[in-house]
């Protein structure tokens, strides 16, 4: 099957179930359901180049610019995309401390306090533009700091010799 590229109004993009979508092409009238959207660049790209998998991961269409979408079409697939990568972001720092260079964090996100484990921070804290960092820590889960210098004094002073 040939993939299809979505511009504008060439689809209608319906919730399946909060994560899944269903795609109605106008030109074809053909309708695919329950697609995962996923970013093919999550980090630079969030809101270009937005891939629709199959249940059997198999690419279906790719959304090049979200902006373009209808209005309803747009909502549903930024609802989805949010709950799929839905990371926490960290508010501040409450404790660090390390072990046999195994590091234990203590944060406040914007989803309340977690502790996790960050084995290697040189290769699981990823500083980015404008003060962005993302962390991964020792389970695979996802952090954010979306602008490391807002943190407070304390914060900053805890995680910035870790970048």
Do not use: C
Request: hydrophobic content about 40%; aromatic content about 12%.
């Amino acid at each position: 099957m040939q993939i299809r590229y979505i511009d504008g109004a060439d689809a209608r993009i319906t919730s399946n179930d909060g994560i899944l979508v269903d795609v109605e092409f106008f030109d074809t009238k053909e309708v695919f359901y329950g697609l995962e959207p996923r970013r093919l660049f999550p980090v630079s790209g969030t809101e270009k180049y937005i891939t629709l998998l199959d249940s059997e991961g198999a690419e279906i269409a790719i959304v090049r610019d979200i902006t373009t979408l209808m209005p309803a079409s747009r909502e549903v697939l930024e609802n989805s995309l949010r709950e799929y990568y839905m990371i926490p972001r960290i508010k501040r720092f409450i404790k660090i401390s390390e072990n046999f260079q195994v590091w234990m964090w203590t944060v406040e996100t914007d989803r309340g306090e977690f502790t996790f484990e960050v084995r290697n921070h040189i290769a699981s804290v990823k500083p980015l533009y404008g003060g962005r960092v993302l962390i991964r820590d020792a389970n695979d889960n996802r952090y954010e700091i979306p602008d490391v210098y807002a943190l407070d004094k304390r914060s900053q002073r805890m995680i910035l010799p870790n970048l």
